[in-house]
């Protein structure tokens, strides 16, 4: 498996350059035969205020790329956090030789589980939207192609689909089938992974440091970056649309920021004036069971949490600090009340 895996590691540059080299000689970098419309990739630029409860985390000023989806009423899917809390967003269109134009938009829908986030545009676009395809037909090894809005313009670059697998992510997120991609793309919220027929069958989430999965001593450690599976998007794509969120009942929602460490879930911070602090949860501690279950890990933590109940259900939590072992009872919350979605400049 080891010799596997450094093969694979070493062959990485030459599957880039051969992507690279089947392209055709223009300056979009498309394989040769394919046909894609590269103007249903925009830039987002959004603006959050101050009191924004991701303003300090993720920043005021926020950019990434965004996919037409739907070119008749301006839908443009992108990744949530690019979005959340927004109080101002532009849609970055066209060729910036000719000048370009900012198209207004607003934020019509946020999904924490995915991390989906669409966006209208409050002017008409003008785009025809990208194709969709099944990301679950995408196999590991296959050849991608990684499209995000860069220096002004779309910027193509080969991909290549290393490994799917379950992605917990410290904030509260799980995320079933995540795909991730190499080599690593800089400009990756939420670009689109495309597969070889020109369809959208990602959208870009993170850099990973780990895209193969392998930890320390498990082999070579190879960076890239995740995707967000289209196919999520798919069974609540029309909540979303017509709710701004989906109708399923919210998970219950403590504020705790973990990490995964040997099979241990440590506190690393707590969300001001969320259910942890309020219980005065500590940064350190070791979370070892939930409703008396034991924990093994992060995505393990997050399925006994939400097997307990809806938001607002009551969770027990053995924690493990400097003083020993303790147990406390926290009410948890809906984690959509704690943000603060609808904001205007």
């Keep these: 498996m080891r010799k596997l895996l450094f093969a694979l590691l070493l062959l990485l540059p030459s599957l880039a350059a051969g992507a690279a080299a089947q392209t055709a000689p223009s300056p979009s970098g498309l ?20 009191e924004g409860r991701t303003a300090d985390s993720l920043g005021q000023t926020r950019r990434g790329t965004g996919v037409v989806v739907d ?11 690019v979005v959340l809390e927004a109080a101002a967003v532009d849609l970055l269109v066209g060729d910036p030789a000719a000048g370009g134009r900012r198209v207004p938009a607003e934020v019509l829908a946020y999904d924490y589980d995915t991390g989906f986030g669409i966006l209208r545009a409050t002017r008409p676009l003008g785009l025809e939207a990208m194709a969709i395809g099944e990301s679950a037909a995408v196999a590991v090894r296959q050849p991608l192609l990684s499209v995000a809005w860069e220096s002004g313009e779309p910027s193509v ?125 500590e940064p350190g501690e070791v979370v070892v069971a939930v409703g008396g279950e034991r924990v093994a890990g992060l ?23 400097p003083d020993g072992r303790r147990s406390l009872t926290l009410t948890s919350a809906d984690r959509y009340d704690f943000l603060r979605l609808d904001q205007t400049l």
């Design 157 to 281: 670059a080969p991909a290549l689909l290393l490994a799917r697998r379950d992605f917990a992510g410290y904030w509260e997120y799980l995320l079933p089938d995540a795909l991730f991609a190499a080599p690593r793309r800089p400009d990756w919220a939420g670009a689109a992974l495309v597969d070889g027929r020109g369809r959208l069958v990602g959208i870009g989430s993170l850099q990973v440091g780990d895209s193969l999965g392998a930890g320390p001593g498990g082999g070579p450690v190879v960076p890239g970056n995740m995707y967000v599976p289209i196919d999520a998007l798919k069974p609540i794509y029309g909540e979303l649309v017509s709710f701004g969120r989906t109708r399923a009942a919210p998970r219950p929602w403590l504020g705790l920021y973990s990490q995964e460490l040997r099979g241990q879930v440590v506190v690393t911070r707590v969300a001001e004036r969320g259910p942890a602090a309020e219980a005065g949860i």
């Design 71 to 81: 070119g008749a009423d301006g839908l443009v899917l992108t990744i949530g956090y």
């Design 299 to 321: 995505a393990d933590f997050y399925r006994k949490l939400w097997a307990l109940g809806d938001a607002g259900v009551e969770v027990e939590l053995s924690l493990l600090g």
């Design 31 to 50: 394989p040769e035969g394919l046909e894609l419309d590269l103007s249903a990739v925009v830039g987002v630029e959004a603006t959050i205020l101050p």
